[in-house]
């Protein structure tokens, strides 16, 4: 290919401007289309995060790297292809998650071989699934249900969780931030006669009289009218000191096509290695699964981001995106206050569930695990 840099133009350059923008390191901006500075700043901090040389432009490298970044774990089943062996960061984290439990996979290197095939058939035997060396969504569920319970990760995300566990067990007494996005001058996607500015606000008072109810202390961080940037929340929040953030958004598309719920939490890949919050993965997956549960939003999943909110908060930050304005089916219930509530309620409830000391839905002992490693 050839090399593509500030000031052109064309599909690559879309392409570019997608694939950043799905990694979280580029808003999706209707006004500006080619390679401007914005996406030369998103393709270093790319760069930076990959271990590439960075220099603002996308070669041959540095577009591989973005095509395999794309894909992330649960978006397609995975196995060994002898021929053409599946590459991208879901590879990346498969083989990270088998490390974790005592399998080895290889290297993690992101690439789907004959070890990381072996090492999968292994965790399958070891919870009475069939041995297909597929990751399929039978697979990626007990992978997903049993790492929570099984590692101990890092040293930064014990420390998270021992925080999150301090003291009290009860709801009552913990402090929360809510950040309904947008807000003045700045309305977000708006369609359909809703602005998400105003969704997102709406939102978050519900939430917060219902939380205020459980005698959880509960801040905003922004007024009706007020827009700080998310630099401004993120300091905010970290200056409250609060136990978690729960941003809220609507999604928007050029087309009328996409809708559904997807929530997101902190994870990113630097210098090769992923790096997550485990609470906020916890909170995103209780979210979203409660959402889906209690609302007929279409499911989009969780996935992990580096936007600067989830990035700059200290404490477990997680980012809903409650449906589509510019879907009318989505904006229709939008609209709706009964559907307000609703969604205000399924947060509250993934918070309180978050607060429980043991939120198992395995029971101890069920499955049989190999020795951990150390
Ligand atoms: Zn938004």
Redesign the pocket.
């Known amino acids: 290919m050839q090399v593509v840099r500030r000031g052109d133009d064309g599909p690559v350059v879309s392409e570019i401007r997608d694939k950043l923008g799905r990694l979280g390191l580029l808003s999706a901006r209707l006004d500006s289309a080619g390679y401007d500075q914005a996406v030369e700043h998103a393709v270093r901090e790319f760069q930076q995060d990959r271990g590439l040389r960075v220099d603002g432009v996308v070669g041959p490298e540095t577009y591989r790297a973005l095509d395999e970044a794309r894909w992330q774990l649960g978006d397609r089943s995975l196995s060994y292809a002898v021929n053409h062996p599946y590459v991208g960061d879901d590879v990346a984290a498969l083989q990270q998650r088998l490390l974790e439990m005592g399998f080895d996979p290889g290297r993690c290197d992101g690439r789907f071989g004959p070890q990381t095939e072996e090492a999968l058939r292994e965790f399958q035997r070891n919870v009475g699934l069939l041995t297909d060396g597929i990751l399929g969504p039978t697979t990626l569920a007990a992978l997903q249900r049993l790492r929570r319970t099984v590692t101990g990760g890092s040293a930064s995300e014990r420390r998270e969780e021992e925080k999150l566990l301090r003291g009290s067990i009860a709801p009552a007494g913990r402090r929360v931030v809510l950040d309904p996005?947008?807000g003045g001058d700045d309305l977000?996607?708006c369609a359909h006669d809703l602005a998400?500015s105003d969704v997102a606000y709406d939102l978050a008072t519900r939430i917060e009289g219902r939380l205020g109810a459980l005698g959880i202390d509960t801040l905003l961080t922004r007024g009706p009218d007020s827009a700080p940037d998310d630099e401004d929340r993120a300091r905010f929040a970290n200056d409250t000191g609060a136990d978690l953030l729960v941003s809220l958004?609507?999604d928007a598309a050029l087309s009328a096509g996409p809708n559904g719920v997807a929530t997101y939490y902190y994870g990113a890949t630097l210098r090769g290695r992923h790096v997550r919050s485990v609470v906020g993965e916890r909170l995103a997956t209780l979210i979203q699964r409660e959402l889906v549960a209690r609302t007929d939003l279409l499911d989009c999943r969780t996935h992990p981001k580096a936007w600067t909110l989830l990035r700059l908060t200290r404490m477990p930050a997680v980012r809903v995106d409650a449906g589509y304005v510019t879907a009318a089916g989505d904006a229709r219930r939008l609209a709706d206050p009964e559907f307000r509530d609703t969604v205000a309620e399924a947060v509250v409830a993934a918070i309180q569930r978050l607060f429980l000391p043991e939120d198992r839905d395995i029971p101890t002992g069920q499955f049989r695990m190999p020795a951990l490693t150390g």
């Open positions: 996005g947008h977000g996607a998400e958004h609507t």
